[in-house]
């Protein structure tokens, strides 16, 4: 338990907020995106800049205390924050900066990615981040960085140029390809075991003209031929069309025609981001495929498309989720996501994905950073979001049932931001080869582990 007078001492001298239990911003400044989460960190702190999170670090290491961070939030587990320990909140450390000439971002440590795609969106740029503009920059890079723009651009930590770290020491490092690249390899991707992520350096790239974004609904009795027309358009088409495919509830029921919703149903989404001719000519097969019961795919702004998931993914809301990559998507497994449609229970909204990979991301050699999966050829996750806390149990087994008979269609690797178990293996994580050559960064750079609020890489 922290002395009143410590605290105090410390507050003093803290150039940010400092927040203290029982005190009128406390318990929203304890919230996290997840509601499932709910802990009592024994003190809040929101730094202004860099020296801030030093002297937050100092003296969390003077008090032994448990130390969580938080960018934006949205750590599924719950890792941006704690019981009792301290949180360091970036939410102080915003903005994105952007150089046009030369194609470069810069975003503080607590950058939303709505700041980053508007900054960048505003002079015809972008770069390749996540689906719901709320996300924290940080959160969602460290741990490699899915999107939308993935085959054609790769994940987000691929457009990562340099990072600016706090150590555990309490000192600053940075790292690239040329400055502390061993460190920059196992940023990429397991970035959360090795300091306070300040400042990030991205590449951007070219995108000035309306995306064409959007989904296809139809029964689920279509289920198994609308997996095989994704997974041959996901193999043929161009390196700008993503695709994913869903077998969910079709929720909310008024957006649905009567009969519709409520029910399970397959639906294929896509964001194509060439010129929307191209994008027309490319997803001819797709728009030949007969009667769907909704659809709204159509040229947007690419804000636009990065918006839309923000309040089915609002803060508040239970989640629970388990994925994997796949070698491929067979009809078995497709009719085993159907099965379990119809298994979730009642009063929450959950759903199979499965994500067209490859292409960009496959470029990037398996060995050239810590993420592990470049080689699959599709993503699958069970996600399900629910609001009555008596669903808990229930939930959680839908997603874990769902997931336990994937297996034998899995391959290696897992995305490190989607695993919601607090304490998952990171050995399996990441695999052998690469989890020991993480351990051995981690004896570098945090030797004591102080940042073990992550999946963790013991040193």
Same mark, same amino acid.
């Given at each position: 338990?922290?002395?009143?007078?410590?605290?105090?001492?410390?507050?003093?001298?803290?150039?940010?907020?400092?927040?203290?239990?029982?005190?009128?911003?406390?318990?929203?400044?304890?919230?996290?995106?997840?509601?499932?989460?709910?802990?009592?960190?024994?003190?809040?702190?929101?730094?202004?800049?860099?020296?801030?999170?030093?002297?937050?670090?100092?003296?969390?290491?003077?008090?032994?205390?448990?130390?969580?961070?938080?960018?934006?939030?949205?750590?599924?587990?719950? $890792?941006?924050?704690?019981?009792?320990?301290?949180?360091?909140?970036?939410?102080?450390?915003?903005?994105?900066?952007?150089?046009?000439?030369?194609?470069?971002?810069?975003?503080?440590?607590?950058?939303?990615?709505?700041?980053?795609?508007?900054?960048?969106?505003?002079?015809?740029?972008?770069?390749?981040?996540?689906?719901?503009?709320?996300?924290?920059?940080?959160?969602?890079?460290?741990?490699?960085?899915?999107?939308?723009?993935?085959?054609?651009?790769?994940?987000?930590?691929?457009?990562?140029?340099?990072?600016?770290?706090?150590? +555990?020491?309490?000192?600053?490092?940075?790292? +690239?390809?040329?400055?502390?690249?061993?460190? $920059?390899?196992?940023?990429?991707?397991?970035?959360?075991? $090795?300091?306070?992520?300040?400042? $990030?350096?991205?590449?951007?790239?070219?995108?000035?003209?309306?995306?064409?974004?959007?989904?296809?609904?139809?029964?689920?009795?279509?289920?198994?031929?609308?997996?095989?027309?994704?997974?041959?358009?996901?193999?043929?088409?161009?390196?700008?069309?993503?695709?994913?495919?869903?077998?969910?509830?079709?929720?909310?029921?008024?957006?649905?025609?009567?009969?519709?919703?409520?029910?399970?149903?397959?639906?294929?989404?896509?964001?194509?981001?060439?010129?929307?001719?191209?994008?027309?000519?490319?997803?001819?097969?797709?728009?030949?495929?007969?009667?769907?019961?909704?659809?709204?795919?159509?040229?947007?702004?690419?804000?636009?498309?990065?918006?839309?998931?923000?309040?089915?993914?609002?803060?508040?809301?239970?989640?629970?989720?388990?994925?994997?990559?796949?070698?491929?998507?067979?009809?078995?497994?497709?009719?085993?996501?159907?099965?379990?449609?119809?298994?979730?229970?009642?009063?929450?909204?959950?759903?199979?994905?499965?994500? +067209?990979?490859?292409?960009?991301?496959?470029?990037?050699?398996?060995?050239?950073?810590?993420?592990?999966?470049?080689?699959?050829?599709?993503?699958?996750?069970?996600?399900?979001?629910?609001?009555?806390?008596?669903?808990?149990?229930?939930?959680?087994?839908?997603?874990?049932?769902?997931?336990?008979?994937?297996?034998?269609?899995?391959?290696?690797?897992?995305?490190?931001?989607?695993?919601?178990?607090?304490?998952?293996?990171?050995?399996?994580?990441?695999?052998?080869?690469?989890?020991?050559?993480?351990?051995?960064?981690?004896?570098?750079?945090?030797?004591?582990?102080?940042?073990?609020?992550?999946?963790?890489?013991?040193?």
């Amino acid at each position: 338990m922290l002395g009143t007078r410590t605290v105090r001492v410390f507050a003093d001298g803290f150039g940010g907020e400092v927040i203290r239990p029982g005190e009128p911003k406390y318990d929203a400044a304890r919230a996290v995106w997840n509601g499932l989460v709910d802990r009592r960190p024994g003190l809040v702190v929101r730094p202004n800049g860099t020296a801030d999170v030093v002297a937050a670090l100092r003296f969390a290491r003077e008090q032994d205390l448990v130390v969580a961070v938080r960018g934006g939030g949205h750590s599924i587990p719950g $890792f941006s924050t704690c019981d009792d320990g301290i949180v360091i909140d970036l939410s102080r450390m915003r903005g994105a900066t952007i150089d046009p000439a030369h194609r470069t971002a810069v975003c503080a440590g607590g950058a939303l990615l709505s700041e980053l795609d508007n900054a960048a969106q505003a002079v015809g740029l972008v770069c390749p981040v996540g689906v719901v503009s709320h996300t924290g920059v940080a959160g969602l890079t460290l741990g490699g960085g899915m999107g939308r723009l993935q085959r054609k651009f790769g994940l987000t930590i691929d457009s990562l140029r340099a990072v600016d770290l706090v150590t +555990s020491e309490g000192g600053t490092v940075r790292a +690239s390809a040329d400055e502390n690249p061993d460190l $920059f390899w196992g940023v990429r991707g397991a970035g959360a075991n $090795f300091g306070v992520a300040t400042s $990030f350096e991205y590449v951007l790239h070219p995108l000035d003209h309306p995306i064409t974004h959007g989904t296809v609904v139809y029964p689920i009795e279509r289920a198994g031929e609308l997996a095989q027309l994704f997974t041959e358009i996901s193999g043929t088409g161009p390196d700008e069309l993503w695709l994913g495919f869903y077998i969910r509830l079709a929720l909310p029921t008024e957006d649905f025609p009567p009969g519709i919703g409520g029910r399970p149903i397959a639906a294929v989404s896509v964001l194509h981001c060439g010129q929307p001719r191209e994008a027309e000519r490319d997803l001819g097969r797709l728009r030949a495929f007969g009667h769907p019961v909704a659809g709204s795919i159509e040229p947007k702004p690419h804000l636009a498309a990065q918006r839309l998931a923000d309040v089915s993914s609002a803060w508040g809301h239970r989640f629970y989720m388990k994925s994997a990559f796949l070698r491929s998507l067979p009809g078995e497994l497709v009719d085993m996501a159907v099965q379990h449609a119809h298994g979730i229970p009642e009063g929450a909204g959950g759903e199979f994905g499965f994500w +067209s990979w490859g292409r960009a991301i496959a470029e990037v050699p398996e060995d050239a950073t810590a993420f592990t999966g470049r080689t699959a050829a599709y993503w699958m996750g069970a996600e399900i979001q629910w609001d009555d806390p008596a669903l808990d149990g229930p939930c959680r087994e839908w997603a874990r049932a769902g997931m336990a008979d994937v297996g034998p269609f899995t391959t290696s690797g897992r995305y490190v931001n989607d695993v919601a178990e607090p304490r998952e293996n990171a050995r399996a994580i990441y695999g052998d080869g690469k989890y020991e050559r993480l351990v051995g960064l981690k004896r570098i750079w945090d030797p004591d582990n102080v940042f073990r609020m992550n999946q963790n890489i013991r040193p």
